[in-house]
């Protein structure tokens, strides 16, 4: 299985609204990262996590929140979001955050904020 | 620093034709190096990666790269292209900063199929 799984794909929330994006991954990787991407534009780095703990925080705004509960699921919380954070969120997992062999992605959820 | 160049933002090709897809990096020691594709609204998927060796790597859907490093690119290539080629394609070099594995990405490069 060399699947990273992401839900939901869409998402539409209000400004006042809480909400979570999930990932999953069963590879055995030890770090898991999330990417925002706009449109046209590669990803950009947000948290990296590795085993289990919050390795990376690229400047993220609080109103951001990862998780990481398990080696298998990393979780990122949103709370009070504008509307420049619509974007697609992507979820990747690699063997260790000092691997350099490959990321695998999730598909990413489509984050709308109205 | 770091940093990897993909000069075209976009490139039309009609189907049935080859493909070159440019990639130049800048990186001090060895690149890893891999093409992502991503079609519209979707994740990423790794068609290739160069880590050692052979400098001309397969990799799926019939794409393949080379590895120059006298010239510093990672060029795509197929040689005949079909309408389900038409995506994003993104270059990017597998780099460790402060212990951590981070890929530096170019812009993209936006493939449009002509019929």
């Known amino acids: 299985d060399t699947e990273v799984t992401q839900t939901p794909k869409h998402l539409v929330m209000g400004m006042t609204n809480k909400k979570s994006l999930k990932c999953e991954q069963h590879m055995g990787h030890r770090a898991m990262y999330w990417y925002k991407q706009k449109a046209k534009k590669p990803p950009e780095l947000m948290f990296v996590?590795?085993?289990?703990?919050?390795?990376i925080n690229e400047s993220v705004p609080s109103r951001f929140s990862p998780e990481c509960p398990n080696s298998s699921l990393l979780n990122l919380h949103l709370h009070a979001l504008q509307p420049e954070d619509s974007a697609l969120y992507l979820c990747?997992?690699?063997?260790?955050?000092?691997?350099?062999?490959?990321?695998?992605f999730g598909q990413g959820t489509r984050l709308t904020v109205v | 620093a770091q940093s990897v160049t993909q000069p075209d933002i976009h490139i039309t090709v009609s189907e049935g034709a080859s493909l070159e897809l440019r990639c130049n990096y800048s990186?001090?020691?060895?690149?890893?190096l891999f093409w992502y594709v991503q079609s519209p609204g979707q994740g990423l998927q790794l068609l290739l990666k160069?880590?050692?060796?052979d400098t001309l790597v397969q990799g799926i859907k019939g794409f393949e790269a080379e590895f120059k490093r006298s010239q510093s690119s990672f060029n795509l290539r197929k040689p005949s292209v079909h309408w389900s080629d038409a995506a994003e394609y993104f270059c990017?070099?597998?780099?460790?900063?402060?212990?951590?594995?981070?890929?530096?990405w170019g812009a993209g490069t936006k493939l449009i199929i002509k019929p």
């Open positions: 990017a070099v597998g780099a460790l900063t402060d212990s951590n594995y981070q890929l530096i």
């Open positions: 160069y880590f050692s060796g």
């Open positions: 996590y590795s085993y289990e703990k919050l390795s």
């Open positions: 990747a997992s690699s063997q260790a955050r000092t691997d350099l062999t490959e990321a695998f």
């Open positions: 990186y001090g020691a060895t690149p890893y």
